[in-house]
């Protein structure tokens, strides 16, 4: 039989490492961490680094075909392995999604707005940011996630501190726009230029990291969701991406007042937004990364049941008070209907940490928030 391989261990990996055996695949993992999520459940579990030529040349003896799951996968080693193997998304693709600028720059050529935004790269373009930027936020063009490596500023004081303080790494300066809401699409695109998107999720960030995702999403229109869906196959298309993308959007006050998108930033990979799709659609977004990179056909995503996902952060392993780790109460999370639990299989939970993640379909979406809440009482996460 056929073996896929990723690069990556973490949750995201170990996903796709579900479907590709449901699937009938064997699976390689290529990861450092000789207890990663995904290496655990893996057939083959490379623990070696990503530039590790040896563990590179094995992956693609084993595997038939490589993906990622992990953000900042050097690009090189993604080309190294399409010599020999089908590399999907491909190293062009990756290293868009890795820099801000590209990024920034790629929406752009899709025609698809984002934040008024200045790369900030020298004493000189610091200098010469725009006002009308102010105030904003700074980012590190590389490497940030979950909010880290992004400072606001308000000032031209404050920016020039906060430069310092990323120690004026190449940043990209983004206006601070007034949400309205955040949303989410992922869409997956085959070798053949086929695409097909998972309805709109609305997310809730707190201190910078997903804690909430709502299917569908309670304040966005039709129109809006079309918009985004047909905004996200613009990106994909547009950069020739084969797999599974996620774009994350601002909804913000247009000039006559009405919702207008603003794209903030994609992965190359499925994302913890879309983890709903699993227990609430009839294909997830994993499913069609296996299909994607297989050369199977992509079947338009159907969600059967409304759903809300609450992310488990290590926090919850915490009580208010104690510093030694205790288990959440799952088997009363568990009694209520349509709970699905997911856990990472990850040995030590840290604050911030993603160890895992609850699923509450319903056969109504006031049934699913309901249930959710409750989940949040039993849990102690706050509300939403
Ligand atoms: P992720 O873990 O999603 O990759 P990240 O660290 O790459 O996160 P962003 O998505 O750029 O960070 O920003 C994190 C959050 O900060 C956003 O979801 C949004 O809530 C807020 N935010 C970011 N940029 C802006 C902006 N220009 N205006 C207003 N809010 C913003
Ligand atoms: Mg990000
Ligand atoms: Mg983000």
């Known amino acids: 039989g056929a073996t896929l391989g990723v690069m990556g261990g973490g949750q995201l990996g170990r996903m796709f490492v579900h479907a590709a055996q449901s699937m009938g695949y064997a699976t390689a993992v290529l990861d450092a961490d000789p207890t990663s999520p995904a290496g655990l459940v893996s057939h083959h579990h490379l623990a070696a680094a990503y530039t590790d030529t040896a563990a590179l040349a094995e992956l693609a003896r084993v595997a038939d075909a490589v993906t990622t799951e992990f953000e900042n996968v050097p690009a090189p080693a993604l080309r190294v392995l399409a010599q020999s193997r089908p590399v ?53 063009a590389t490497l940030g996630y979950d909010g880290k490596g992004q400072v606001r500023v308000a000032t031209r004081d404050e920016l020039t501190q906060a ?53 569908p999403a309670p304040q966005v229109s039709a129109e809006l969701a079309e918009d985004a869906a047909r905004c996200a196959k613009a990106i994909a298309a547009s950069m020739g991406y084969v797999g599974v993308l996620c774009v994350e959007f601002f909804v913000v006050a247009g000039a006559d007042d009405s919702p207008r998108l603003v794209a903030n930033e994609m992965a190359p990979r499925p994302h913890n937004s879309g983890h709903y799709t699993i227990d609430a659609c009839d294909v997830s977004q994993f499913d069609l990364q296996v299909r994607c990179m297989a050369g199977l056909p992509l079947i338009a995503p159907r969600l059967h049941s409304p759903a809300v996902m609450l992310n488990l952060l ?18 009363e999370v568990l009694a209520l209907p349509g709970a699905h639990l997911h856990l990472y299989g990850k040995a030590d939970a840290r604050p911030g940490r993603k160890m895992g993640h609850l699923t509450i379909t319903g056969a109504t979406a006031s049934e699913a928030l309901e249930r959710a809440l409750q989940a949040c009482a039993i849990l102690g996460l706050p509300a939403f």
């Open 314 to 331: 290590g926090d919850l392993w915490f009580a208010a008070d104690a510093h030694v780790a205790h288990t959440p109460r799952w088997a």
């Open 88 to 140: 999907a998304p491909g190293a062009d693709a990756v290293a868009i999604c890795q820099d801000r600028a590209a990024e920034k720059a790629h929406f752009q050529r899709a025609g698809v707005p984002c934040a008024p935004y200045a790369v900030v790269d020298s004493d000189a373009a610091l200098a010469s940011v725009d006002a009308a930027l102010l105030p904003g936020i700074l980012k590190t």
């Open 163 to 215: 430069w310092q303080k990323l120690g004026k790494a190449r940043c990209v300066l983004e206006q601070m726009l007034p949400l309205q809401n955040e949303l989410s699409v992922i869409v997956a695109r085959g070798g053949d230029g086929d695409a097909v998107t998972f309805p709109v999720q609305q997310n809730l960030h707190r201190d910078g990291i997903l804690a909430v995702t709502q299917v």
